[in-house]
């Protein structure tokens, strides 16, 4: 055994390179055995593992730096760099992050979990070690998925011309999550058939250096590949042919599906949890296929995420030219479905809740200032989704609710959620983003209203006094569960309101709660501040109303235990109920 004696770059530069081929079969086997008990990201790092090794081998990290896009393909250089535990046992599993984090290791030099980012941080180290007189190696790993977001361009634009050492390896797989959309890939594919010698090259066209590199999971290749630029004095792009999911058959022939994953069965790549029953994913893309069928002007849009609302290879097949995946480009997507939209098209663009926040001008500029009737579903917006710090879904509510012109609506059922699509998707007043439920589908025992049209206008569902419980979407079921324990624990009859619309305020409803309530709260599964919440609380603040609001605090949190995090926030019907008391005393 070989990896149980690394604990630094240091050792592996002491392995000839049979020993780092054996290391490299022991590397992928630790990684396999780990990422089938806990899940996690599969296909990228298996893909990426002899260049890690490679890479390590030649540069001398922490002082030659590393900035890695993503940073979903970290996992073997953790290994190497002092976190090999973390990896091989099992009561160890969860003390690292599934990204770089610089509180680790003094190997990881920024936190990093969105796209297309390395180039441009990368440019940044360059820049401060060379006011500084520094002599090092500045290299940013990025994978031609990667290449699709604007940000990617930018960087490399700003690299190109900076004529100092910078060394880009371009992970290149074939693959982004899903395969790859893009003029650029034309190019790339165009390299790899002429083995990197092709007149036609985007890289050098830019006024990088470029080397090419066929056997991308080869190590010795690799070793010799990047011993042939370190200390380079001028930018040079190390362009790198690798399978993703290398030497784990499943996962190279669905590499989609393999990107990331929960735990798996290594015998079969099957998952060992299967979740049955309905889910808004598969329903939504099942309703917009059908809806296709009868509008040609429907057309489903994807940032590199398509099975975020359910289009599978198979639905992608079915909706042929009414189904667009950008690549990983949310700004580009949300750009497009409003020209789209002012052009007289139905794009339906599906987010997931953590990027949404990459397209903020976009929504702002390109979207709502031209009031452009586009329908934006967001997925996973919760406090509880997702808990890595790269990942969080805390913000969609007030990044989206304070742009003029976009209604923003959190459904509280299947039922709502449709009847709200279907509105959205055939009006041609607004831009219409929809919050989907994160609860469950969950059927709906109130009347549903077919027209959002008349905007702002809650719903009461349940009429009582002194005390009215706002309850937005997906936390709509918490304000249920703690108007019961109101009147079971404490005699109090509450008014249950649906608020439906997060963008904007029922004045001629919270004015008429004047009447009768004392204490009005509002219950809202995202960040507090800015959010919907807060606009209730200003509403309310010349007058002698109560209000109290319940949410998420403003914060960066990591791994955080969920049961903890929500009692923390007094997120539970009894605790809510708690404060609502002291509040009346």
Known sequence: ????????????????????????????????????????????????????????????????????DVSHQCYVHKMLTGRMEAFTNPEKYDLVSGYTEPSESEHDLFIVGHTSTSVSLACGVAKARDLKGGNYNV???????????????????????????????????????????????????????????AECNFFKSMGFDYVYLNDGNDVEKLIATFKSVK????????????????????????????????????????????????NYSDLTAEYLLSEMKKYPEIVGITAGTPTVFGFTPERRKKAGKQFVDVGIAEEHAVALASGIATNGGKPVFGVFSTFIQRAYDQLSQDLAINNSPAVILVFFGSLTSMNDVTHLCFFDIPLICNIPNIVYLAPTSKEEYFAMLNWSMRQNEHPV????????????????????????RYQINKKGSKVAIIALGSFYELGE?????????????????????????????LDSLKH?????ITLEDGVLDGGFGEKITRFYGNSDMKVLNFGGKKEFVDRFDIDEFIRKNHLTAELIAEDVMNALK
């Open 139 to 197: 290299i940013a790993v990025i994978g031609d998925g990667s290449l699709s977001g604007g940000e990617a361009y930018e960087g490399l634009n700003n690299a190109a011309e900076a004529g100092t050492n910078m060394i880009i390896v371009v992970n290149d797989n074939q693959m982004s999550i899903a395969e790859n959309h893009g003029g650029l890939y034309q190019n790339l594919k165009l390299l790899r058939e002429t083995n990197g010698k």
């Open 481 to 509: 569960k703690t108007v019961d324990v109101l009147h079971k624990k404490y005699g109090i009859d509450a008014t249950l309101i649906n608020p439906r619309y997060i963008s904007g305020i029922d004045s001629e409803m």
């Open 231 to 278: 200390d380079t004095k001028h930018p040079v792009v190390v362009h790198i042919n690798t399978l993703k999911g290398h030497g784990y058959k499943f996962a190279e022939q669905d590499k989609e599906t393999f990107h990331w994953g929960m735990p798996f069965d290594l015998a079969t790549g099957k998952p060992k949890v299967s979740y049955d029953g309905e």
């Open 433 to 456: 983003a929809i919050r989907v439920p994160v609860n469950g589908v969950i059927a709906s025992h109130n009347p549903v209203d077919s027209d959002y049209s008349d905007l702002n």
């Open 1 to 68: 055994m070989y990896i149980e004696n690394i604990k630094s770059p240091q050792d592996v530069k002491r392995l000839n390179y049979e020993q780092l081929n054996s290391m490299c079969d022991e590397l992928r086997n630790a990684l396999l055995e780990k990422l089938s008990a806990h899940g996690g990201h599969i296909a990228p790092n298996l893909g990426f593992l002899e260049a890690t090794v490679a890479l390590h081998y030649v540069f001398n990290s922490p002082v030659d730096k590393f900035v890695f």
């Open 516 to 520: 009768d309530h004392k204490l009005v």
